[in-house]
C-alpha cells in the first residue's frame, strides 16, 4: 500500500521559515513525480510547486517563486520544501501528491496523497 507522510509543518511569525518533509513507502517511485499543493479553508486547492524527476526540472506557481524550493533525496525516498519568508497568505494545509504524469499544475493527475501538515503563518 502506499503510503506518503508529510511533516514539518507549524506556526510561524510573517517572515519565518519552515522545512516540510514527504517520505513515501509501499511503492516504487522511481517514475513518479513529487508535487506540494496547499489548501486553506473554504478555497479550492492550489498548486505550489513540482520536482519533475523525469527531466530533473522544478515548476513553481508564481505565488511561491523566489521564496519556495522544492528538492528531493531519491534514496531516501523523500521531497522536502523549505519556504522562507513565509506570508500570512501561505497558511494552508500542504500536502505531498504523486504523479505518472510530468508534473502539471492540476491536482486531478494526481494519484496519491498524504494527510496534510498543516502551516500558519501569523502577522
Known amino acids: 500500500q502506499v503510503k506518503l507522510v508529510e511533516s514539518g509543518g507549524g506556526l510561524v511569525q510573517a517572515g519565518g521559515s519552515l522545512r516540510l518533509s514527504c517520505v513515501a513507502s509501499?511503492?516504487?517511485?522511481?517514475?513518479?513525480?513529487m508535487g506540494w499543493f496547499r489548501q486553506a479553508p473554504g478555497k479550492e486547492r492550489e498548486f505550489v510547486a513540482v520536482n519533475r524527476w523525469s527531466t530533473n526540472s522544478t515548476y513553481y506557481a508564481d505565488s511561491v517563486k523566489g521564496r519556495f524550493t522544492i528538492s528531493s533525496d531519491n534514496a531516501k525516498n523523500t521531497v522536502y520544501l523549505q519556504m522562507n519568508n513565509l506570508k500570512p497568505e501561505d497558511t494552508a494545509v500542504y500536502y505531498c501528491?504523486?504523479?505518472?504524469?510530468?508534473?502539471?499544475?492540476?491536482?486531478?493527475?494526481?494519484?496519491?496523497w498524504g494527510q496534510g501538515t498543516q502551516v500558519t503563518v501569523s502577522s
Open positions: 501528491a504523486t504523479s505518472r504524469g510530468y508534473g502539471s499544475s492540476w491536482s486531478r493527475e494526481y494519484d496519491y
Open positions: 509501499g511503492g516504487m517511485f522511481s517514475s513518479y513525480t
